[in-house]
């Protein structure tokens, strides 16, 4: 068994590095977990625990996904959870569609290939921190408000991984098991 999700790596550029930079310290006097920039990416689908011989089906499957690259703008954050219980810092991901219509069809293909479809609608986001402890909210939220409309950067989208999460009491290593790169034409 494998723990699986489908998503795009996101290589940050030398802007997106010095603004996190800038977040990390404006709201350091909070217990945040931040994601290592080597760890960036943006989740399409997350599959969770998978039998190895089900992968081949999902790559098989995966193969069939026939999209064009595409821009997707990296820029203003957000909270999952409550403003008064924020759990999970982020960034929103901004594109013409395309990225919902790429979310969308892998969805359905493994839904063709018994694997439920998510409870919650997608979202298309990176997160930045896991939030485990904020001392004072009120001093968070004007914290956050003075970095809330942080532009990162554009980023190419040329196709998309299949990875394994690897859990370990050091932390989350990813490993890429496929890449499905994108052709010029839809």
């Known amino acids: 068994m494998k723990r699986l ?3 795009i790596k ?7 590095l010095y603004q996190y930079e800038v977040i990390m310290l404006c709201l350091k006097a909070n217990k945040m977990n931040w994601i290592q ?6 989740t399409l689908k997350f599959l969770g625990l998978i039998a190895d011989d089900k992968i081949d089906e999902i790559e098989q499957e995966l193969k069939q996904v026939h999209f064009k690259p595409f821009v997707i703008s990296i820029e ?16 929103k991901v901004q594109d013409n569609g395309e990225m919902r219509i790429l979310a969308e069809e892998i969805i359905e ?4 290939i018994g694997l439920k479809r998510d409870r919650q609608n997608f979202v298309p986001h990176l997160t ?9 909210n009120m001093y968070f939220q004007q914290k956050l408000q003075s970095v809330k409309g942080t532009f ?3 980023y190419r989208v040329d196709g998309f991984h299949l990875y394994q999460s690897i859990l370990s009491p050091k932390g989350v290593k990813y490993r890429s098991l496929s890449y499905f790169p994108f052709t010029q034409s839809k």
């Open 76 to 91: 203003k954050l957000g909270i999952f959870g409550s403003r008064y219980k924020p759990r999970v810092l982020w960034t």
């Open 109 to 112: 293909r493994m839904h063709r």
């Open 5 to 7: 999700f489908i998503a």
């Open 10 to 16: 996101i290589v940050p550029n030398q802007e997106f």
């Open 128 to 136: 930045l921190a896991r939030i485990k402890n904020i001392p004072d």
């Open 152 to 154: 990162f950067q554009e």
């Open 37 to 42: 920039p080597d760890h960036f990416h943006l």
